[in-house]
């Protein structure tokens, strides 16, 4: 049967290149880049000069990148690191962070766990395509506020936020003091935005690995110099005495590698992979009734094609086309044996029951129109059996 694997927001295949740079940092260069000898040495110049490959990339100082586990890690030290810093040194005057509603969990649930341990979240509104108005940040800060948490792109409906200008506002408010910090989780915006740091106005920005074809189980924190932050994970002085453990080196240059490769082919790639989603987006409106785009119609992500089906489950679209060989996501999550509809699109005002339908599309280096063609041929069918089948809904307006 053919396989059409349409889940690179999920992950992406490891390049063959990124595993061959990886591969002596396993049996041949092993040492442990803390060691003093040689094959430490040897190891730290490869840890050294991936940084190095990162930082240009985010016209960043190499110094300014952490390597973590993952985007999860980053993203929690990102936002527990700030604000334990900031009550070390800062005992009468409570934080206050800000925080959009349609971050992935990582931010979501942290800054959740923050508010449990007394600090103030004010919670961001988006539009109806999943916009954070720059404005309502702007209104929402204050003497406390600490930390605004926006992420550079969606991944469920793949809406771009307006990243320069809230960081515009927020340099301002700053003044030439060092709060409020920004930070951004750019894990599915890294590969096909620009994101330089100096230009985004970012202190911290995080970034997976295994999203732009490099390894599971590696990431980064950008930390801009001088900002205030205590680390999550104790033990050694690595990482700038910011993240204890010994740096994964063969992970580290694989990260690295396909950053770079990333870097070399991304205009091109970025305008083959628009040209594909707005095709399959508007063959997909105009082929099957009663479904509509979630997130942006232009500000979106060039790999990202997001829907709701009304009347069909998410979950049942999902297995059906995974017999017919195609792999994609559906927005909810199944959370002890009930259905809850994407915080994603319920922030943007989706009704829960029709939030149910939802099926992300998501694309990446070997998809072809082809593979698409594919789709749309066998997809319309699915839906009507599916609607068929459900109860009927009452769907409004
Ligand atoms: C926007 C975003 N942030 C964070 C993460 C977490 O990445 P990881 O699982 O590599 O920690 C993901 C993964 O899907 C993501 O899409």
Redesign the pocket.
């Known amino acids: 049967m053919k396989k059409i694997y349409l889940d690179y927001?999920?992950t992406s295949p490891v390049d063959s290149l990124v595993l061959k740079t990886m591969s002596p940092y396993g049996s041949q260069f092993y040492g442990n880049p803390n060691s003093l000898h040689s094959w430490g040495q040897k190891a730290r110049e490869a840890v050294e000069k991936s940084r190095q490959i990162i930082a240009k990339y985010l016209n960043c100082l190499s110094e300014e990148i952490i390597f973590t586990s993952?985007?999860?890690?980053a993203?929690n030290l990102a936002l527990k690191g700030v604000v334990k810093a900031w009550k070390e040194k800062n005992l009468k005057l409570s934080p206050h962070i800000i925080v959009s509603p349609i971050e992935?969990h990582?931010v979501l649930d942290t800054a959740k766990r923050l508010a449990k341990e007394g600090v103030e979240v004010s919670w961001l509104k988006v539009d109806k395509t999943g916009l954070v108005d720059p404005k309502q940040v702007e209104k929402l800060i204050k003497k406390n506020t600490i930390l605004v948490s926006v992420?550079d792109g969606n991944?469920e409906v793949g809406t771009i936020e307006p990243i320069k200008e809230i960081g515009k506002i927020i340099k301002n408010k700053k003044g030439k003091g060092i709060y409020p910090l920004f930070h951004t989780?750019a894990?599915?915006a890294i590969q096909y935005l620009s994101l330089d740091t100096k230009k985004l106005k970012v202190d911290l920005l995080s970034a997976?690995a295994?999203?732009f074809y490099g390894p599971k189980g590696i990431?980064f924190l950008y930390l801009k110099k001088g900002t205030p932050i205590v680390k999550e994970i104790e033990g050694g002085s690595q990482e700038n005495n910011l993240r204890a453990g010994t740096e994964n080196v063969s992970f580290i240059v694989g990260m690295a590698k396909a950053l770079d490769l990333v870097r070399k082919n991304k205009d091109k790639e970025v305008k083959r992979l628009e040209f594909l989603r707005d095709y399959f987006i508007k063959k997909i409106l105009k082929n099957i009734p009663q479904t509509q785009l979630t997130g942006h119609p232009k500000a979106r992500l060039p790999h990202i094609a997001s829907f709701v089906f009304l009347g069909a489950e998410g979950e049942a679209i999902l297995l059906y086309l995974n017999d017919k060989g195609i792999g994609v996501s559906s927005g909810s999550a199944c959370t002890s044996g009930s259905l809850k509809p994407s915080h994603v699109l319920l922030a943007m005002r989706i009704k829960p029951e029709i939030a149910h339908g939802s099926i992300r599309f998501s694309f990446g280096k070997k998809t072809t129109r082809f593979d698409l063609d594919y789709v749309l041929k066998v997809l319309p069918g699915i839906i009507k059996k599916i609607r068929k089948m459900a109860p009927k809904l009452k769907i409004g307006k």
Request: with cysteine; proline share 0%.
């Open positions: 927001a999920a993952c985007a999860t890690e993203n992935h990582c992420m991944n989780d894990v599915q997976s295994h999203k990431g």
